[in-house]
């Protein structure tokens, strides 16, 4: 399944859960208070219906402003907060960079793209690497990042998926722009044991069907 597929599933199931969770804290209250639908709905103005179809989980789609406001009347409040989910949203730039390194790729050697790490629980594995190239008994992850802006947390990132799915060569591709040859050339060396390799040197070791050591380089 493709990471975009996995992230609307997981934000669509997320939805279901939260409507579900504030259907029944505002039954909840609702009873507590002694209040009929129709008058929990008149104090926040929406119709008794509206409140029946809230508690009952049959309303597809709730407003935030509507939830909040319902919430208050009953004594509740409404609390909505974003936080990461580990899955970096890739740019439309960075397709046809990828797409060039692969298209260097030579037999026996064969590559995919956009490939799910190993589950380590009954949750939903998000990451993906950018691609897997593979063959000869080895695996070599590629990571292809459009604008660098915090060395150190994309190291920590990449890091973690290493050690969640271990491979033999893992390589971190860098678009090939003023900002991110700025920001390399000040804190490269946060990238710990990841050398930089010279851009050509992989492209001739991809069509000669060999893997290139691990490292980071420009494209």
Request: proline share 5%; aromatic share 4%.
């Amino acid at each position: 399944m493709a990471t975009q597929e996995r992230l609307r599933s997981r934000g669509a199931a997320k939805g279901r859960r939260t409507l579900a969770e504030f259907a029944a804290d505002i039954r909840a209250a609702r009873l507590a208070a002694s209040l009929s639908q129709a008058e929990a709905g008149r104090r926040a103005g929406l119709s008794g219906d509206k409140v029946w179809k809230i508690e009952h989980e049959r309303l597809a789609t709730l407003s935030i402003l509507e939830a909040c406001v319902l919430a208050a009347v009953l004594g509740l409040d409404f609390s909505g907060r974003s936080f990461p989910n580990g899955a970096p949203i890739r740019d439309a730039g960075q397709a046809p960079r990828l797409a060039a390194l692969l298209a260097e790729v030579g037999s026996p050697l064969s590559y995919v793209t956009d490939v799910p790490l190993p589950k380590r629980d009954d949750a939903p594995e998000l990451r993906a690497w950018d691609a897997i190239i593979a063959g000869s008994g080895e695996r070599t992850a590629i990571e292809l990042e459009s604008r660098v802006t915090d060395v150190q947390a994309t190291t920590r990132r990449h890091n973690q998926k290493r050690l969640d799915d271990p491979v033999d060569h893992f390589l971190l591709v860098l678009a090939d722009t003023k900002h991110n040859r700025l920001v390399m050339g000040e804190f490269a060396v946060l990238l710990g044991d990841l050398p930089r390799l010279r851009t050509e040197t992989v492209r001739r070791l991809l069509r000669a069907g060999k893997h290139p050591p691990t490292g980071w380089m420009f494209i």
